[in-house]
T-cell receptor, first 117, second 113 residues
Framework: AQSVAQPEDQVNVAEGNPLTVKCTYSVSENPYLFWYVQYPNRGLQFLLKYITGDNLVKGSYGFEAEFNKSQTSFHLKKPSALVSDSALYFCAVTAADRGSTLGRLYFGRGTQLTVWP | EAQVTQNPRYLITVTGKKLTVTCSQNMNHEYMSWYRQDPGLGLRQIYYSMNVEVTDKGDVPEGYKVSRKEKRNFPLILESPSPNQTSLYFC????????????FGPGTRLTVL
């Protein structure tokens, strides 16, 4: 079964400090991994994705994520947090196995990031 | 502008009164989905559609119906809403392959009294 875990409901960091939002996954075959962000009263916006290739993926707004196959993780990172990064972040996974999932995307429960001035 | 639109954005209704939430995308996407978002539970898929006239259940389909008569539209129907369907609903679409980015609508906040 496919699943995603975001072990932290909340992450608090000071502006200018590096941030990490954690994500681990479980899929039967090779994973496709995504990060989305949700600002208050808005829909989800795409940040970045890992399909294949370089384990370090760069995305929008200075975010990046590192795919670690041995640890089944895809943590979201940013070297220097901004107050405007405060939002709800979702990790999502689907698998390359066409027969099992039909392309469904499975989401984690979300992590609320708060960046304080 | 490429977008997914939903209507209404906010709805308060009473138990048992049928309602429809519309979803439309202008990107010629084949794959469309409905999700509900509840605190502490993240996003859970209700139904999805791989193309016109092709729909299937997601994780929480009970109490919902969908149809896909046109490629651009994917309405969500609640035949007899109940209070446990009070939630924030999102429609999403993507072109096709599972590697594609999924685009989300702005959400519909539904309250069932």
């Amino acid at each position: 079964a496919q699943s995603v875990a975001q072990p932290e409901d909340q992450v608090n960091v000071a502006e200018g400090n590096p941030l990490t939002v954690k994500c681990t996954y479980s899929v039967s075959e090779n994973p496709y991994l995504f990060w989305y962000v949700q600002y208050p009263n808005r829909g989800l916006q795409f940040l970045l994705k890992y399909i294949t290739g370089d384990n370090l993926v760069k995305g929008s707004y200075g975010f990046e994520a590192e795919f670690n196959k041995s640890q089944t993780s895809f943590h979201l990172k940013k070297p220097s947090a901004l107050v405007s990064d405060s939002a709800l972040y979702f990790c999502a996974v689907t698998a390359a196995d066409r027969g099992s999932t039909l392309g469904r995307l499975y989401f984690g429960r979300g992590t609320q990031l708060t960046v304080w001035p | 502008e490429a977008q997914v639109t939903q209507n209404p954005r906010y709805l308060i209704t009473v138990t048992g009164k049928k309602l429809t939430v519309t979803c439309s995308q202008n990107m010629n996407h084949e794959y469309m989905s409905w999700y509900r978002q509840d605190p502490g539970l993240g996003l859970r898929q209700i139904y999805y559609s791989m193309n016109v006239e092709v729909t299937d259940k997601g994780d929480v389909p009970e109490g919902y119906k969908v149809s896909r008569k046109e490629k651009r539209n994917f309405p969500l129907i609640l035949e007899s809403p109940s209070p446990n369907q009070t939630s924030l609903y999102f429609c999403a679409s993507r072109w096709g392959p599972r590697t594609d980015t999924q685009y989300f609508g702005p959400g519909t906040r539904l309250t069932v009294l």
